[in-house]
């Protein structure tokens, strides 16, 4: 069973950026495929940026070229670059395991990212 724990969040004005940490422990995750999701208010979870155990990204339509999604298998942990925020992006940020929004394995605390002038 794998735990995951995010971290980075925070209050943002439009334009700004945010690094998003997310530490998986219990097990290593270096030949999962990982993937941010998030949860705005009001709306159901989304799937915003994947990456592959072989470092190949893919993200949604509404972040492509804004976020990053990267990863460091020697502490078992991946990122999520948020540059030029937006409002839209403002939700509760989790990561799991594959791409569907049930996860893999169960749901961390996530990380609130809100972005607001």
């Known amino acids: 069973q794998v735990q995951l724990a995010e971290s980075g969040g925070g209050f943002v004005q439009p334009g700004g950026s945010l690094r998003l940490s997310c530490a998986a422990s219990?097990?290593?995750?270096?030949?999962?495929?990982m993937s941010w999701f998030r949860q705005g208010p009001g709306k159901q979870r989304e799937l915003v940026a994947t990456i592959t155990n072989t470092f190949i990204t893919n993200y949604a339509g509404s972040v492509k070229g804004r976020f990053t999604v990267s990863r460091e298998n020697a502490l078992n942990t991946i990122y999520l670059q948020m540059d030029n925020l937006k409002s839209d992006d403002t939700a509760v940020y989790y990561c799991?395991?594959?791409?569907?929004?049930?996860?893999?394995?169960?749901w961390g605390q996530g990380t609130q990212v809100t972005v607001s002038s």
């Open positions: 799991n395991g594959g791409t569907g929004s049930t996860g893999v394995w169960p």
């Open positions: 219990g097990r290593s995750i270096k030949i999962s495929t």
